[in-house]
């Protein structure tokens, strides 16, 4: 009942940008946090960025100052700013949100995105 759906992944040279977008459709009554993880080659998919309903944010350590999260709560959208990429931000990246499907229950499920390809060239 609820997708999230990615965009906006490519390749590009190292010391380039991409913007990552995130939509998330289908029953949602609020969204709290919405973060974004990403999965390198043999590698553990880890926490990038993480942004919570009232704004506040949070990087790992090697894509401070050049990452930025963001979101639209009108649109149910979160992007990733990404600058001065590098080789090792070569990975999938995935979208992940915590939604709230209904007003009248407090639970919140979290939901995965299929995640989109970012490909950092030397």
């Known amino acids: 009942q609820v997708q999230l759906v990615e965009s906006g992944g490519g390749l590009v040279q190292a010391g380039g940008s991409l913007r990552l977008s995130c939509a998330a459709s289908g029953s949602i009554a609020s969204i709290a946090a919405m973060a974004w993880y990403r999965q390198g080659p043999g590698k553990q998919r880890e926490l990038v960025a993480v942004i919570m309903g009232g704004g506040i944010t949070n990087y790992v350590d090697s894509v401070k100052g050049r990452f930025t999260i963001s979101r639209d709560n009108a649109k149910n959208t979160v992007s990733l700013q990404m600058n001065s990429l590098k080789p090792e931000d070569t990975a999938v990246y995935y979208c992940?949100?915590?939604?709230?499907?209904?007003?009248?229950?407090?639970?919140?499920?979290?939901?995965w995105g299929q995640g989109t390809q970012v490909t950092v060239s030397s």
């Open positions: 992940n949100a915590d939604i709230k499907t209904s007003p009248l229950r407090p639970r919140l499920d979290n939901y």
